[in-house]
Structures are given as structure tokens and as C-alpha cells.
């Protein structure tokens, strides 16, 4: 037994030299060899728990630490490892469990404590979450991370000027907190504080935050008129778009239906009746959200696809039993690279999130047959404000001089380019243009 002891020892210790020099695998496997010797000894199985998590393999870790917890029920070390392994397979509920058993074995552990609150905000728990943060800042005030998820707690509580404190808190006691600054940013934006939002995103990005999504933030915010400039992102982050549409999907129809009256859906179909073409073989639904297009062309499709790149909006859309086929996608990688041909295309305010058109014209000519009608939607931008802008909504605008170009070198013939309101916002109409073009 002395002799094992030994061995299993320097093999711990080997696996230890191992990880803090970065060589994971080498210590994942020293530190197994080590439990051969001494099995599911606590130290050893979190240590080879931390090692296969940092190595992404969270379910390999979950499986040892159960086995281990069968016979060491009270080691609260390993009870918070599973929380973390459990997080990192997408089980908040379980890993919140988790974590709250470690804190039943020893209320102390702040950072149990801590990851409590966070899983609670994630699940949706707001004033739990409070609870637990509130009770980690005060044991540990100099936590800025406890501070910044604090300030996310009371915003969902809807105490937005506290949750503003917090986060100056957080920034105080640590100015690279990317995620404090981007809230920070996204609270000043709401207030139309658009100067400091700005620098609360440049912050974020000077920190190391998404570049993409903060360069596409801080363009939108930087110029009331909007941003029409060279480097005028072009178009929103993929990131932005499926994070957006995600967390709104189950709240999205009746958002934007009975609170902003968008009616784009009906506006599209109602123009197919006025050119007099009522029925279609096959039409291709781009953004298909949660299926808002879907009523409206019933009478008109045979057939209707629909692709959008947010997994949430399609669960939705899926639920109507409307759709034939759903795909999960980019637009414009969808266009290049569909086998499928359709005689209609429709984008009901998608291009509000794509900025120069090119691309998505060029996808559609590819896909569309002879005579089929491309229709869409965009937001109204004056002819001598250019092509496209970015405005600070964050949303694009585009002109109907540049969408009548683009029909002219894509080959559309232009039916029909009406502006009519797309919806309300702040209890006015926003213009919109909608176009019915056919393809030569």
C-alpha cells in the first residue's frame, strides 16, 4: 500500500508539472495513471476534472466526478466541479443544483455562491440571483464580476439605474471588463445617449470584445443621420442576428405584430394580387423568423421553404406546420449554394439587418426561374443620402434609386417599388419601401 502511495504521488505530482506547463493531455493522462494506484481519490479526480474540462471534454469530467461522488457525497470540491461541468453541457438547471449542494456543505464557498447567481439570471430567477450576488459582494466587495452581474440582475428586476451603479462599480475595480462595458453601452444607447454608448462600446473593443459586433455598433451610433461612409459595415454581424432573434423568439410575434402593427407580410402578398399573380409553384421564404410570411402567401404557394439563421425563429416556425422545408443558414451561402429553383422569393424586413444587397441580388437571380417575382422589403432611405445607410436603430436603410440599379444589373424588371409604413416605432410609422421585381 506504501509502495502505491508513492507512485500514485509522483504521478499526481507529474500531472501537476504537466498541466501548469500546458500539456494537457500529457496530465490528463498522468493523473488517470494516478488513480490506478490510489482510485477516485478526491484530489486527483478534480484535478483530472479541470484538466479534461480545459481540454473540452465536459462529459468525460461529469462521468468521473459521479462515479467519484458515490463514495465522497460530502466533498464539496467535487460538487462544484460537476456544476461546472454540467454548465458547459447546456444543463443550467442541473448544474444550479450543483452548485447549490456544494453551498449545503459549506455555505462559505463565494464562488459557488457566485456561480449560483449566475446560473439563476441564466434560468431566468432574477431576484435569486440578487439574493446570491448581493451576499457575494458583500463578503467579497472587491469582486468586480460579482458587481457587473449584479448590475444584469437588477436590470431584469427592471432597476435600471442601479444596474447602472453596479456596473460603474465593476469598472471601477476592474476597466477591462468587456461584457460590464458593452452593457454599459447598450443601457446608454436605450436613453439615446448615443455619444457615451459609443464609448462604452470603443472600451469594449479596446478590451478585446467582438470587433466585428462592436465596429457594427459604434458605426451605427456614430452619426445621427446615419452611416453611409466607406467604412460603413457591410452588413450585421451573424453573431448580432442570431443572438437577437434567439432571445426574442418566443415573444417576437406579438412584439412586433400587435405592439409595432407590422404588417409587411400582408403588404407583400397584397401587391402579388394587385400584379395579378396568385399562385406559385415554389417560393423560398429568406428570413423566415417565426413564419410571419407564412399565413399570408398560403393561398398563393404550393410549396414554401423558409431559412433563417436563428435555431429559435425556426423551432417557431416549424411549430405552424406551414413550411415544407426549413434550413438553418446565411442567406446568401443559402443562395449560392441551393440545388432548389423557385418561382418566388420573398424577404419580409430582412434586409434591415443586410447592408449592401449585391450578394443576396446576385443568390436570388441564381435561384429564381424565368418570370419568378423577388419581393421584399426595406427601410426608406432618401436617393441623395446614397445607396444604403446604417442608422443608429442599428438597422440598414436602403434607397429606391439603389434597389432600382441593382434590378437593372441583375436582371429584374421592376413591377411595382411602393413605400407604404413597415411598422410603428415610438408610435410612429417608420417608412419603408416595397419592391415586386421579376425576373427577365
Known amino acids: 500500500m506504501h509502495a502505491a502511495f508513492e507512485r500514485a504521488r509522483d504521478l499526481f505530482v507529474a500531472g501537476n508539472a504537466s498541466f501548469a506547463a500546458g500539456r494537457l493531455e500529457e496530465a490528463a493522462s498522468r493523473f488517470r495513471a494516478s488513480l490506478q494506484e490510489l482510485p477516485r481519490r478526491p484530489s486527483t479526480v478534480a484535478n483530472l476534472a479541470v484538466t479534461l474540462q480545459r481540454l473540452d471534454r465536459p462529459q468525460e469530467a461529469l462521468a468521473l466526478l459521479d462515479e467519484t461522488l458515490q463514495s465522497h457525497a460530502d466533498d464539496a470540491a467535487l460538487w462544484s466541479l460537476r456544476g461546472a461541468a454540467l454548465e458547459a453541457l447546456d444543463r443550467a438547471t442541473d448544474a444550479?443544483?450543483?452548485?447549490?449542494?456544494?453551498?449545503?456543505?459549506?455555505?462559505?464557498?463565494?464562488?459557488?455562491?457566485?456561480?449560483?447567481?449566475?446560473?439563476?439570471l441564466r434560468l431566468g430567477r432574477p431576484a435569486d440571483a440578487l439574493a446570491a450576488l448581493q451576499a457575494v459582494c458583500a463578503?467579497?466587495?472587491?469582486?468586480?464580476?460579482?458587481?457587473?452581474r449584479r448590475g444584469q440582475a437588477l436590470l431584469q428586476l427592471l432597476r435600471p439605474d442601479e444596474a447602472l451603479a453596479a456596473w460603474d462599480r465593476a469598472l471601477a475595480l476592474d476597466a477591462t471588463l468587456v461584457d460590464a462595458w458593452a452593457?454599459?453601452?447598450?443601457?446608454?444607447?436605450?436613453?439615446?445617449?448615443?455619444?457615451?454608448?459609443?464609448?462604452?462600446?470603443?472600451?469594449?473593443?479596446?478590451?478585446?470584445?467582438?470587433?466585428?459586433?462592436?465596429?457594427?455598433?459604434?458605426?451605427?451610433?456614430?452619426?445621427?443621420?446615419?452611416?453611409?461612409?466607406?467604412?460603413?459595415p457591410p452588413g450585421a454581424p451573424r453573431s448580432y442576428v442570431q443572438g437577437l432573434f434567439d432571445r426574442y423568439a418566443?415573444?417576437?410575434?406579438?412584439?412586433?405584430?400587435?405592439?409595432?402593427?407590422?404588417?409587411?407580410?400582408?403588404?407583400?402578398?397584397?401587391?402579388?394580387?394587385?400584379?395579378?399573380?396568385?399562385?406559385?409553384?415554389?417560393?423560398?421564404?429568406?428570413?423566415?423568423?417565426?413564419?410571419?410570411?407564412?399565413?399570408?402567401?398560403?393561398?398563393?404557394?404550393?410549396?414554401?421553404?423558409?431559412?433563417?439563421?436563428?435555431?429559435?425563429?425556426?423551432?417557431?416556425?416549424?411549430?405552424?406546420?406551414?413550411?415544407?422545408?426549413?434550413?438553418?443558414?446565411?442567406?446568401?451561402?443559402?443562395?449560392?449554394?441551393?440545388?432548389?429553383?423557385?418561382?418566388l422569393v420573398v424577404a419580409a424586413d430582412l434586409f434591415i439587418y443586410v447592408g449592401r444587397l449585391e450578394a443576396v441580388f446576385s443568390g436570388v437571380r441564381r435561384v429564381l426561374e424565368p418570370e419568378g417575382v423577388f419581393c421584399f422589403s426595406v427601410e426608406r432611405l432618401d436617393d441623395a443620402q446614397g445607396d444604403c445607410a446604417l442608422l443608429p436603430s442599428l438597422r440598414y436603410a436602403h434607397s429606391a434609386a439603389y434597389l432600382q440599379r441593382l434590378a437593372r444589373e441583375h436582371g429584374f424588371a421592376v413591377a411595382a417599388l411602393?413605400?407604404?409604413?413597415?411598422?410603428?416605432?415610438?408610435?410612429?410609422?417608420?417608412?419603408?419601401l416595397y419592391a415586386w421585381f421579376v425576373a427577365a
Do not use: K
Open 96 to 120: 444550479l443544483a450543483s452548485h447549490e449542494r456544494a453551498l449545503a456543505i459549506d455555505a462559505g464557498r463565494l464562488a459557488d455562491r457566485f456561480h449560483a447567481g449566475r446560473l439563476m
Open 139 to 148: 463578503a467579497s466587495p472587491d469582486s468586480a464580476e460579482a458587481h457587473y
Open 183 to 232: 452593457d454599459r453601452g447598450a443601457w446608454m444607447q436605450e436613453r439615446g445617449r448615443l455619444s457615451e454608448a459609443v464609448r462604452c462600446f470603443e472600451q469594449a473593443r479596446a478590451h478585446g470584445g467582438d470587433a466585428a459586433l462592436l465596429d457594427y455598433q459604434i458605426a451605427g451610433l456614430s452619426s445621427p443621420a446615419g452611416h453611409t461612409g466607406g467604412t460603413m
Open 250 to 343: 418566443d415573444d417576437f410575434d406579438e412584439h412586433l405584430v400587435e405592439r409595432l402593427a407590422y404588417r409587411a407580410p400582408q403588404e407583400l402578398a397584397a401587391g402579388l394580387a394587385r400584379l395579378s399573380r396568385t399562385h406559385f409553384r415554389h417560393a423560398l421564404d429568406l428570413g423566415c423568423g417565426t413564419g410571419l410570411c407564412a399565413a399570408p402567401l398560403g393561398a398563393f404557394v404550393t410549396r414554401l421553404d423558409g431559412v433563417d439563421l436563428s435555431a429559435g425563429m425556426l423551432a417557431r416556425a416549424q411549430a405552424l406546420g406551414r413550411y415544407d422545408r426549413l434550413e438553418q443558414a446565411d442567406v446568401v451561402e443559402h443562395l449560392a449554394a441551393t440545388p432548389w429553383r423557385h418561382d
Open 418 to 432: 411602393e413605400e407604404h409604413a413597415l411598422r410603428h416605432d415610438e408610435r410612429a410609422p417608420v417608412r419603408g
